[in-house]
């Protein structure tokens, strides 16, 4: 090959196949320290070549490995590198944590019992605009050293408490998810079934002041009042026989806690069942079907009747402070629903709409 006079011209591909070609013929009669000389990524060209500095890597787990304190020192650790490893602006950042890591918790109930759940966990703290990132595995340390007490909003301070100074944090927040079982009575028959309410618990600290909210997912029967009437004006009028159009209907719950009293999840669900008492049932009869369709007709509402019967209760319980109801009825006359937000005080105060927020409230049976 005679590259003379040709320095300047771009490659093509038949240049490149005859220049490795070259390279590889003078490779196999060099000396590796020669190859050395020249590159050591040459090797990767020589399937079967060895070349002295180039590391032979183990492919066999090593199960009996224990690394010890110099070695683990030793360690990279990128997310607490410095500021000039930032990617992007230098903003801070107010929640960066993990979400969904789920444990088995123990949680304390009205009657003085104790439950055990399965239990989603969400947790985070605020970011400096000049730290790089945080360590996750140091939110769920922090969360497992008390996995085994008796969960309750104290045990959860400790646990928020851990974390900031693990992550020297100033804010934080800290969420549990789960399934609350409570037996509820049927209407008239007597039977007795599990009711499951999603309920969240959730920590903040921001400025040096803490809030404790919980949230709770109530599920009832929505009878609309206009169709209720209309029906009954085919009925009267006409002799036509006409139902009123209900549907299985949601509202997510979000109080916030005052006054030093526990509020218990059963408090809160006893509370949403005063202000709406058609909730749907469990175990169900022919007496209890019939009772049902009765409590509906006794009880037709409009959405921001919902909110509005749910805004009644929280205002006159002492344990409540600020709140936030969303109620959505999935109803089976549009194929659209009807959905309503009602807020007191500044928690939950808000000018944007998460745009998935509804669509979060959907049950499907």
């Given at each position: 090959?005679n590259?003379?006079?040709?320095?300047?011209?771009?490659?093509d591909?038949?240049d490149?196949?005859?220049?490795?070609?070259?390279?590889?013929?003078?490779a196999?009669?060099?000396?590796p320290?020669?190859i050395?000389?020249?590159?050591?990524?040459?090797?990767?060209?020589l399937p079967?070549?060895e070349v002295?500095?180039?590391?032979?890597?183990s492919?066999?787990?090593p199960?009996?490995f224990?690394?010890?304190?110099?070695?683990?020192?030793s360690?990279?650790?990128?997310?607490?590198?410095?500021?000039?490893?930032?990617?992007?602006?230098?903003?801070?950042?107010?929640?960066?944590?993990?979400?969904?890591?789920?444990?088995?918790?123990?949680?304390?109930?009205?009657?003085?019992?104790?439950?055990?759940?399965?239990?989603?966990v969400?947790?985070?703290?605020?970011?400096?605009g000049e730290?790089?990132?945080?360590?996750?595995?140091?939110?769920?340390?922090?969360?497992?050293?008390?996995?085994?007490?008796?969960?309750?909003?104290s045990?959860?301070?400790?646990?928020?408490?851990?974390?900031?100074?693990?992550?020297?944090?100033?804010d934080?927040r800290?969420?549990?998810?789960?399934?609350?079982?409570?037996?509820?009575?049927?209407l008239?028959?007597?039977?007795?079934?599990?009711?499951y309410?999603?309920?969240?618990?959730?920590?903040?600290?921001?400025?040096?002041r803490q809030?404790?909210?919980?949230?709770?997912?109530?599920?009832?029967?929505?009878?609309?009042?206009c169709?209720?009437?209309?029906?009954?004006?085919?009925?009267?009028?006409?002799?036509?026989?006409?139902?009123?159009?209900s549907q299985r209907?949601?509202?997510?719950i979000?109080?916030?806690?005052?006054?030093?009293k526990?509020?218990?999840?059963?408090d809160l669900?006893d509370?949403?069942?005063?202000?709406?008492?058609?909730?749907t049932?469990?175990?169900v009869?022919?007496?209890?079907?019939?009772?049902?369709?009765e409590?509906?007709?006794a009880?037709?509402?409009?959405?921001?009747?919902?909110?509005?019967?749910?805004?009644?209760r929280?205002?006159?319980?002492p344990?409540?402070?600020?709140?936030?109801?969303?109620?959505?009825?999935?109803?089976?006359?549009?194929?659209?629903?009807?959905?309503s937000?009602?807020?007191?005080?500044?928690?939950?105060?808000?000018?944007?709409?998460?745009?998935?927020l509804?669509?979060t409230?959907?049950?499907?049976?």
């Open positions: 090959m590259f003379v006079g040709e320095i300047g011209r771009e490659p591909r038949r490149a196949e005859q220049a490795l070609d070259l390279l590889r013929r003078w196999e009669k060099a000396d320290a020669e050395v000389r020249l590159d050591p990524a040459i090797a990767r060209l079967g070549r002295g500095n180039y590391p032979e890597l492919r066999i787990y199960e009996n224990t690394p010890d304190a110099s070695y683990r020192a360690m990279p650790d990128l997310q607490n590198g410095p500021a000039s490893l930032i990617v992007g602006a230098q903003a801070p950042i107010q929640h960066v944590g993990i979400s969904n890591f789920r444990l088995p918790i123990r949680f304390h109930t009205r009657d003085g019992g104790d439950i055990t759940l399965e239990t989603s969400t947790g985070t703290v605020s970011l400096i730290k790089k990132g945080i360590n996750m595995s140091r939110i769920m340390r922090s969360f497992y050293a008390h996995a085994e007490r008796t969960f309750s909003f045990v959860l301070e400790a646990v928020l408490e851990d974390y900031k100074k693990d992550h020297d944090s100033v934080a800290l969420m549990m998810r789960f399934s609350f079982p409570a037996r509820v009575d049927s008239r028959s007597g039977l007795t079934g599990w009711q309410y999603d309920i969240a618990l959730e920590l903040m600290e921001g400025e040096g809030k404790r909210i919980t949230h709770l997912d109530y599920v009832y029967s929505s009878t609309c009042p169709s209720l009437e209309l029906s009954e004006h085919a009925r009267q009028s006409r002799g036509q026989l006409a139902t009123p159009h209907s949601v509202a997510r979000s109080v916030v806690e005052e006054g030093g526990i509020l218990w999840y059963e669900i509370l949403a069942r005063a202000a709406v008492p058609t909730e049932q469990v175990m009869k022919r007496e209890d079907e019939q009772a049902f369709a409590l509906n007709a009880n037709p509402i409009f959405v921001e009747d919902a909110a509005r019967s749910f805004a009644e929280l205002l006159a319980e344990r409540v402070g600020d709140f936030r109801i969303v109620a959505s009825h999935q109803e089976s006359l549009h194929s659209h629903d009807a959905v937000i009602l807020t007191e005080g500044p928690t939950f105060a808000a000018e944007s709409i998460d745009p998935k509804f669509s409230l959907h049950r499907p049976g």
